[in-house]
């Protein structure tokens, strides 16, 4: 499988094509000028395999294209992540959290360079309001598959360099935005094992009055794992789930 460095090629401070990116329309990928605490994603970005991330990888044709913003920022607690909680009335994944994104529309380009990039920045935008402008990308990772939605998912990773005011923009699919502070994801007392009457088992996050599982916990678990962020908690810890989950 190509990785996310072969798709997207070097970081834009290392063959000097920001400005000929901003030229383009491409946006630039940099890991330039970012806050020392945040080093340790950026050069796990750099390096990891699919794998290394999910057991769900894309297949060899098929699935829908699709992207999602996994946004650090800096609050009043210190480093944090941008999440966002479905709505209850969807017919999928109703009422739970994720990562801001969606599927790729044409004007967003090709898959397989700059599309994902761009369809999490408006996807992003679309849901939450916030201004694509302050968001520095520093990181793109390994496409992923959701075997259950038939989605083939690019996280791309962002620095939310200028902050703007967000908030759900369309109450009949986004209930809520809000922050996770990366000190309340990495403290053993919220985390858990969540364990679905399908037979799947994984991990979970209970922040902010939610439980965040599936495949945003999943992934936040990885990022923490190789950042090398993670504390020891207790995987015995379980939260069964249903089968409208």
Known sequence: M?????????????????ALAAASGRVAVTAEGLPEWLAPVARAAATIEPRQL?????????GRQSAVLILFGHGARGPEL????????LRSHAGQPSFPGG?????????????????ALREAQEETGLDPSGVQVFGVLPRLYIPVSGFVVTPV????????TVGAVDEAETARVFTVPVADLTDPAHRVTTRHPSGHVGPAFLVEDALVWG???GVIDRILHYAGWEIPWDRAKQVPL???S
Do not use: C, H, K, N
């Open 2 to 18: 190509t990785s996310a460095r072969e798709q997207y090629g070097e970081p834009a401070q290392e063959r000097g094509a920001a």
């Open 54 to 62: 999910s057991r769900f990888l894309p297949p060899e044709s098929g």
């Open 82 to 89: 941008l999440l966002m909680e479905r709505a209850g009335t």
């Open 103 to 119: 599927a790729l529309d044409p004007e967003d380009g090709d898959p397989e360079a700059g599309g994902p990039v761009r369809a």
């Open 157 to 164: 990773l962002g620095w939310w360099r200028e902050p703007s």
């Open 215 to 217: 495949f945003t916990a």
């Open 242 to 244: 249903d089968w409208r």
